[in-house]
């Protein structure tokens, strides 16, 4: 299996440091192809601007969907992004490794979504009519590729526990796991979490390695998160709400799935 691992941690002597390591090392040894995108080592270009776009007309205004659009198209997209969507390419498997930072992942990763799903690559993919909107929610460039986040947190597992001050976990993670990951057609492995993990000793690092081994090895069989999907007669379209006879009288996330 090709895995790509996608990791932002400024430290490579950190917590994640080291659970990079380790899953590197656990896929190497168990036969599997890696490669890592190490953002803050790579230095990657976080925002999203008229540079990603070199071959636009200076003399319009930057449109980030349009220009994204026609370079994407073109191919005159910027090298690092048109890496990145390359290694999508390659991978079978993607892991996303990153410390909880203010309930969401590092700038720097959010960045890296905003550039590598260009227009025509991560959305605006497929036919958009009143009766189809587009290849997403379990369609799109990326399907038939599996996904898993590996996230650290300084809360505890109680905090993310269904009635935890921080929200539960899944919710939390929603609009990762379904708005940038289901979104453009991946499978969604459940997320790897470590909780808690301002203080880690020897034996909690064991322990998390452990959990996160046989994560690891069960990424090409275990089953992903049941999310429904847009273009298979659970949604109205072009509305995109539950119609009425699946999970009536369900709201919220929870609703979306199956
Ligand atoms: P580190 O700080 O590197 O280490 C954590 C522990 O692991 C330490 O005890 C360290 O000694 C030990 N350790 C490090 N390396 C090793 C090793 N090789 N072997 C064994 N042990 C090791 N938390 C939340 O829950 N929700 C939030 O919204 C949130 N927002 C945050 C926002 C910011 C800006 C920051 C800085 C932190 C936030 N946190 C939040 C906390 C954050 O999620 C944790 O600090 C982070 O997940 C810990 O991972 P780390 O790799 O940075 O750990």
């Known amino acids: 299996m090709n895995v790509l691992i996608v990791y932002a ?12 390591d380790f899953t590197v090392q656990h896929l190497e040894a168990a036969g599997h192809h890696v490669q890592v995108s190490d953002l803050y080592a790579m230095q990657w270009k976080t925002t999203i601007d008229a540079h990603d776009a070199p071959q636009r007309d200076p003399s319009e205004p930057f449109h980030a969907s349009l220009d994204s659009k026609r370079a994407f198209q073109s191919g005159t997209q910027r090298a690092d992004i048109a890496r990145e969507q390359e290694k999508l390419r390659w991978a079978d498997t993607v892991i996303f490794q990153f410390p909880l930072w203010w309930f969401s992942m590092p700038a720097i990763m959010k960045g890296w979504f905003d550039r590598v799903y260009a227009f025509g690559f991560g959305y605006g993919v497929g036919e958009y009519s009143e009766t189809r909107w587009g290849d997403r929610y379990g369609e799109g460039a990326l399907s038939g590729k599996r996904a898993m986040l590996v996230v650290t947190t300084g809360g505890w597992a109680s905090h993310y526990s269904a009635r935890g001050i921080n929200g539960p976990i899944d919710d939390v993670l929603f609009p ?16 790897f979490v470590a909780f808690g993990t301002s203080s880690v000793d020897a034996e909690s690092f064991g322990n998390i390695t452990r959990a996160l081994g046989e994560r690891l090895d069960s990424l090409a069989t275990a089953a992903p998160i049941p999310f429904r999907r ?21 709201t919220g996330y929870a609703a979306h799935l199956a």
Do not use: C, W
């Open 230 to 250: 847009q273009n298979f007669g659970e949604y109205d379209i072009p509305a995109l709400t539950l119609k009425d006879e699946i999970a009536p009288g369900k």
């Open 176 to 191: 990762i796991q379904h708005g940038m990951l289901f979104y453009p057609g991946f499978d969604v492995l459940p997320p």
């Open 9 to 20: 941690h400024p430290q490579p002597r950190s917590l994640n440091g080291a659970l990079r």
